[in-house]
Nanobody, 124 residues
Framework: QGQLVESGGGLVQTGGSLKLSCAAS????????MAWFRQAPGKEREFVAA????????YYADPVKGRFAISRDHAKNTMYLQMNSLKPEDTAVYYC?????????????????WGQGTQVTVSS
């Protein structure tokens, strides 16, 4: 068994910052690939960012490149998403996901382990 628990969401004004955390436990704590996805009302869940075990490789969706930064701390079994220069279109529920080495890190179908999500709302 394993669990992923997100935290750090909230309400922020346009241009503000938030830092999300995803605490992993059990078997999910040692998964090779961890990622953030988001889902806005009425839209499909979309890829935001991913990071591999060694943190050498990080991947970002185009809309967040240069604004968001993904990282992970193995000592704390925690992954982070630092979000800067937030825009109203970043409003969504943010989910963390984890699995082993993947062929497509940006595909929701590749991940078997998901958190419950944390709401991020950016006001204009």
């Amino acid at each position: 068994q394993g669990q992923l628990v997100e935290s750090g969401g909230g309400l922020v004004q346009t241009g503000g910052s938030l830092k999300l955390s995803c605490a992993a436990s059990g078997r999910t704590a040692n998964m090779y690939t961890m990622a953030w996805f988001r889902q806005a009302p009425g839209k499909e869940r979309e890829f935001v960012a991913a990071i591999t075990w060694s943190s050498i490789y990080t991947y970002y969706a185009d809309p967040v490149k240069g604004r968001f930064a993904i990282s992970r701390d193995h000592a704390k079994n925690t992954m982070y998403l630092q979000m800067n220069s937030l825009k109203p279109e970043d409003t969504a529920v943010y989910y963390c996901a984890a699995d082993q080495a993947l062929t497509d890190y940006s595909s929701t179908s590749e991940y078997r382990n998901w958190g419950q999500g944390t709401q991020v709302t950016v006001s204009s």
